[in-house]
């Protein structure tokens, strides 16, 4: 059927495989299928049947999202701080993780920091985003990471046994006085500290949800707030 | 093997089936292996061993990134809009594509404008983004899509035959009464406006290199620019 389909000048050729038809796969490797993708009990085959142009079929899934909240008490000037149990240094960060497929970034920040502290938070605004390639245990995918302003709802900490060595509240003055932070870490500070005080409309990239052109789909878009021109000018 | 890893309290077994040795993917099927994902002519495959615990392995890639760029004339107040070849609708919008792998998303707006239209620019500023799941031919992944201000350095169009019905230089004011582009373009184009008017620091989202905790390793981090407090307050 290959054949035909080359005589019928399709582009490409799919082959969905269950696990238990896995005896397939060689089969269509010796006649030049690749995998396209697999996850659970799924193999995605693909050959690009074309030969006068390059595939352009996307690869798939490029990166994985992660999400960190900044979570800050205005009246005390504090933020929610956590070290991770599981890693060799002992780095103040604010709490976070990978998103859910599926899942948005505001409830990723909401869902990471209730697991990590037990402190429940509103998300406000995006404050920075971070892209990084190469990095170890993202299985070759590159790596967005967003990081959130938070609101906490409630203040009393119950940090997550297995994740959070320590987690606590910490004036900015004393996090800005920290030594053992990272670089992001340390820049995140400063754009509160001046967020706190010249007001978070200078920091904040806002959110916002829109429909999509495609029917029935929305999506969150995030922007500068700003001021509408009425009419034209 | 299994057994021994299990007593030894291993949390998790992971193998790695080239497509020439397929026939053990059923095998391990049998064991209770899933596939993690699979890419080219490799699977790897991933058993969690450890039954008082949910496993924590994060799913592959789950998001596909995609950036356009606003490329703006700000002598004549133009920007530069492309019809798709390959979509049933008409819509005018901003030339862009998909992130390859690795690929910052400044050089992924850069590249796309070029192969779309011949204009080479020049990254500026990230302006928006989008999060948004479900989208058809992401192959269940979700998308985000970052829309970049780009400066041009040319101004001779050559649109791609294959992906470009058409391009051309707009006036931001006719591109404002147009009614064939989606909702981002009209909020774009509203926000493109408002920086022209306003100057651009007030819609920027800059963007900057900077060094990693892991050695070696550096990221662009994208955020409003802010002056930071010189001293303690």
């Known amino acids: 059927s290959l054949k035909s389909w080359r005589d019928e000048k399709r582009t490409?050729?799919?082959?969905h495989i269950p696990i238990t038809h896995?005896?397939?796969i060689s089969l269509a490797g010796n006649h030049g299928f690749e995998y396209h993708h697999a996850e659970g009990s799924m193999a995605m085959m693909k050959l690009w049947l074309k030969t006068t142009r390059e595939d352009p079929t996307p690869i798939f899934g490029t990166h994985q999202v992660g999400v960190s909240g900044v979570v800050i008490n205005e009246k005390t000037e504090e933020i929610l701080v956590v070290q991770d149990k599981n890693r060799p240094y002992t780095l103040w960060k604010f709490p976070g993780g990978l998103s859910d497929l599926g899942e948005?970034?505001?409830k990723t920040a909401e869902r990471e920091i209730f697991e990590e502290t037990g402190i429940k938070s509103e998300f406000k605004s995006v404050l920075s985003m971070r892209q990084q390639h190469n990095l170890p245990g993202a299985f070759g995918r590159s790596d967005f990471y967003i990081i959130c302003r938070?609101?906490?709802l409630?203040?009393?900490i119950s940090a997550c046994v297995e994740e959070i060595r320590e987690c606590k509240w910490m004036h900015i003055e004393d996090?800005?006085?920290?030594i053992e932070v990272s670089s992001l870490t340390m820049r995140l500070t400063d754009m509160v500290e001046y967020g706190l005080r010249e007001g978070w409309?200078?920091?904040?990239?806002g959110c916002e949800e829109m429909e999509s052109i495609y029917k029935g789909f929305k999506f969150k878009l995030y922007h500068r707030p700003f001021h509408k021109q009425s009419g034209s000018s």
Chains 1, 2 share one sequence.
């Open 12 to 15: 490409v050729a799919w082959l």
């Open 22 to 24: 896995s005896r397939f």
């Open 154 to 156: 409630t203040f009393e």
């Open 175 to 178: 996090l800005k006085r920290e």
């Open 150 to 152: 938070m609101k906490p």
């Open 104 to 106: 948005d970034i505001g």
């Open 201 to 205: 409309d200078v920091v904040d990239i």
